[in-house]
């Protein structure tokens, strides 16, 4: 069965306002239907892990839920009926974490090289690196 590279950004966010968490949804439940490249972790360290640390949410209890394969309206719902509410405060701290992350100049070097992208240091910040490096693999699974 063909894998699916993932392309919501970590920069786009659903009604909810939270950066990262529509890719987060679409990673895990990909990875779930057995879809989800191999080198792509359906729950990492990253921001997977600050998403769900942000908003308070249990990362087995979440991974569980995601398991049923709800639409991405349906897992919002979902976080609220855990959370009651999301504070503005802590949702735009989440997200400023997110849109700030910086990744470690190897991993520029090695995502723009892949890409075929000069590296000038201007391109620094990990949602657009990372944009860089899916777009590069989901071209690449469309030769494969």
Request: with cysteine; charged share 30%.
């Amino acid at each position: 069965m063909k894998k699916i590279v993932p392309t919501i950004s970590s920069d786009t966010t659903g009604p909810l306002g939270i950066a990262h968490l529509p890719r987060f949804w679409q990673k895990v439940v990909l990875s779930e239907k057995g879809l989800l490249p191999e080198d792509y972790d359906a729950c990492g360290k990253g921001y997977d892990q600050m998403v769900l640390d942000g908003l308070g949410l249990d990362r087995a209890e979440t991974l569980q839920y995601l398991k049923t394969i709800p639409s991405y309206p349906e897992f919002e719902k979902w976080i609220l009926k855990k959370k009651g509410k999301i504070d503005p405060a802590a949702a735009e701290k989440l997200n400023a974490a997110i849109r700030g992350y910086i990744h470690a100049d190897d991993v520029r070097k090695s995502v723009l090289t892949a890409a075929g992208i000069e590296d000038k240091g201007q391109i620094k910040d990990a949602v657009r690196l990372n944009n860089i490096d899916d777009w590069t693999a989901f071209h690449a699974s469309l030769k494969a």
